[in-house]
């Protein structure tokens, strides 16, 4: 085990360019830790947030963001017996991950499915879990209904287009751009819209022969999350996943209550902390899915740990498609 070793800091919380390469010395674990060889890892819109102090976890200066990595475990804690070092994992934390060595709990480990390589393992959790958690927990979906996917083309969004399409559900999803909606429509959408088309709202209902879709999935706010809601269902579900617009929504409650529908919270990382049952019932779900390679990640964006702010800047200016993953020079 190297003692010292690269990782991309925030310096102050100004974005993307407050990031600097700086050595890092290793630190003994702890109870219940591992030590990981990052070998890539998975860029998340909280992850830009993070860096501008405006996510709701909100650490300060210096930290090292990044939210999910896989790599190879180098080190466990005398108490470990879940992995051992050698071991092909990805895992998951409230930060740290963009480095060449993470530490992270136990619980927070996995195994890397062969049908995954390292830079999809590194960004499967979050978006699959998100997703999951959104349609499958929170959002009831049920093969056969339909479901309209905001910001189809990111990383939560595409994989919410993968996990509805394994449900059995009919997709509506919105793209900003014809690259983005190919990328959507290759993700498996059965049909794709222009999130600036005026007509947006009828569209909707004309894809659902006039009664609008069952569940919306909501990851991007703003002036978009109206204009959904006037897409949806007698009795539907709104799923609040995320403001990657920056601007936060204010429901009108005479529409929810004329309409019957119902505005739900989506806390993917939160519930299972709060909840033990659910956390061992998602954690089955989504090893399940992953063994499968559901939800494979589209990554169209790689960077080299040097260029982490240059890959944070893809996401500030929305230009991302899919999933943006750092790759250490270790990796393979």
Same mark, same amino acid.
């Given at each position: 085990?190297?003692?010292?070793y690269?990782?991309?800091?925030?310096?102050?919380?100004?974005? +993307?360019?407050s990031?600097?390469i700086?050595e890092? !010395?290793?630190?003994?674990?702890?109870?219940g830790?591992?030590?990981?060889k990052?070998?890539?890892?998975?860029?998340?819109?909280?992850d830009?947030?993070?860096?501008q102090?405006?996510?709701?976890?909100r650490? !300060? +200066?210096?930290?090292i963001?990044?939210?999910?990595?896989?790599?190879?475990?180098?080190?466990?804690?005398?108490?470990?017996?879940?992995?051992?070092?050698?071991d092909?994992?990805m895992?998951?934390?409230?930060?740290?991950a963009?480095?060449?060595?993470?530490?992270?709990?136990?619980?927070?480990?996995?195994p890397?499915?062969?049908?995954?390589s390292?830079?999809?393992?590194a960004?499967?959790?979050?978006?699959?879990?998100t997703?999951?958690?959104?349609?499958?927990e929170?959002?009831?979906?049920?093969?056969?209904?339909?479901?309209?996917?905001?910001?189809?083309?990111?990383?939560?969004?595409?994989a919410?287009?993968?996990?509805?399409?394994?449900?059995?559900?009919?997709?509506?999803?919105?793209?900003?751009?014809?690259?983005k909606?190919?990328?959507?429509?290759?993700?498996?959408?059965?049909?794709?819209?222009?999130p600036?088309d005026e007509?947006?709202a009828?569209?909707v209902k004309?894809?659902?022969?006039g009664?609008g879709?069952?569940?919306?999935? !909501?990851?991007?706010?703003?002036?978009? /999350?109206?204009?959904?809601?006037?897409?949806?269902a007698?009795?539907?579900?709104?799923?609040?996943?995320?403001f /990657?617009?920056?601007?936060i929504?204010?429901? +009108?409650?005479?529409?929810?209550?004329i309409k019957?529908?119902?505005?739900?919270g989506?806390r993917?990382?939160e519930?299972p902390?709060?909840?033990?049952?659910?956390?061992?019932?998602?954690?089955?779900?989504?090893? !399940?899915?992953?063994?499968?390679?559901?939800?494979? +990640?589209?990554i169209?964006?790689?960077?080299p740990?040097?260029?982490?702010?240059?890959?944070?800047?893809?996401?500030?200016?929305?230009?991302?498609?899919?999933?943006?993953?750092?790759?250490m020079?270790?990796?393979?």
């Open positions: 085990m190297n003692s010292r690269n990782a991309a800091v925030c310096t102050e919380l100004t974005g +993307p360019s990031i600097r700086i890092q !010395d290793a630190v003994p674990l702890q109870t830790e591992v030590r990981i990052v070998h890539a890892a998975g860029l998340n819109f909280p830009l947030l993070m860096t102090g405006k996510y709701q976890f650490p !300060d +200066p210096p930290f963001p990044g939210l999910e990595a896989s790599g190879e475990v180098i080190e466990v804690a005398a108490d470990v017996d879940s992995v051992k070092p050698g092909r994992v895992a998951g934390g409230k930060g740290g963009l480095a060449e060595q993470w530490i992270v709990n136990a619980a927070a480990v996995s890397l499915p062969p049908a995954l390292f830079s999809e393992g960004c499967w959790q979050t978006g699959a879990s997703a999951w958690h959104a349609l499958v929170r959002g009831h979906l049920q093969a056969g209904e339909s479901v309209f996917i905001l910001g189809a083309s990111g990383g939560v969004g595409m919410a287009v993968k996990m509805a399409k394994h449900i059995g559900a009919m997709v509506i999803g919105t793209g900003s751009s014809e690259a909606r190919e990328a959507i429509r290759e993700a498996g959408a059965d049909h794709l819209l222009d600036a007509s947006l009828t569209k004309a894809l659902t022969d009664k879709v069952d569940v919306v999935y !909501d990851p991007v706010g703003g002036d978009l /999350a109206l204009t959904a809601t006037r897409a949806i007698w009795n539907g579900r709104y799923l609040i996943v995320g /990657a617009s920056g601007e929504p204010s429901f +009108p409650a005479n529409h929810a209550l019957t529908y119902s505005l739900i989506v993917a990382g519930s902390r709060r909840d033990p049952e659910l956390a061992v019932r998602q954690a089955a779900a989504l090893s !399940d899915l992953a063994a499968h390679g559901a939800m494979r +990640p589209h169209f964006h790689r960077f740990l040097t260029d982490t702010a240059k890959a944070l800047a893809v996401l500030e200016k929305r230009e991302a498609i899919g999933r943006i993953v750092v790759e020079a270790t990796s393979s």
